[in-house]
């Protein structure tokens, strides 16, 4: 049976802020809100609760995973390093829905890097994620809460058409504004390369690139 938690999307609860993150510290799925869409988290640590996210949204194995972070020391941890070319666009779109690849740290799983050895990592600006990673104080994955191959969710009787009573726990903010998802940027080779076109349209992240 799902566990749905109705929280304040503006103003989140502390307590049930604290029951959600429960949730994740038990290994379970966590459906959440994010600025984009509803995502699916689990602990990044918890090699288990990845295989079952994977296996939840029926996704390949060889595709890599995304990951929110709550601020540049959570992000750090996750990395091998800090390319000059994302300074820029983390300073003008972060917090914000723009997803950059990082070269991978040597804590990542490997599940969730693949074979690419690189992280995909943002800073939410949604209060309810953003609250969600404080607490838990270690990064969360934040692959859309949908089967593989479907639209991504952006209300929770959405997310329980794809999931049923299969997913741990849904925090329900409300209904996600209309969304293109989030841009997806590799600078992982100090270079830059716009790999998904998303809510922040690639001509401003190629002039803020270009600025710099």
Known sequence: MTTII?????EPETQLIEQSVACVREGRVLAYP???????GVDVMNEKAIKRLYDLKRRDPSLPVAVL???????EGCVAR????????????WPGPLTILFPAGPTISKSLTTNTGKIGLRISSHP????ILREFARPLTTTSANLSG??????VKHIQKYFGD?????VDGGECPPSRGSTVVDVADDTMAIIRDGAIPADKIIRCFQAH
């Open 82 to 93: 800090v390319p000059e070319a994302a300074r820029p666009l983390m300073r003008a779109f």
């Open 34 to 40: 994010t600025e984009t869409f509803y995502g699916l």
């Open 69 to 75: 972070v709550a601020d540049m020391p959570m992000l």
């Open 6 to 10: 109705h929280i304040n999307p503006r």
């Open 128 to 131: 309810v994620a953003t609250a």
């Open 150 to 155: 479907f639209p991504p969710s952006c209300h």
């Open 166 to 170: 299969r997913l741990d726990c849904i």
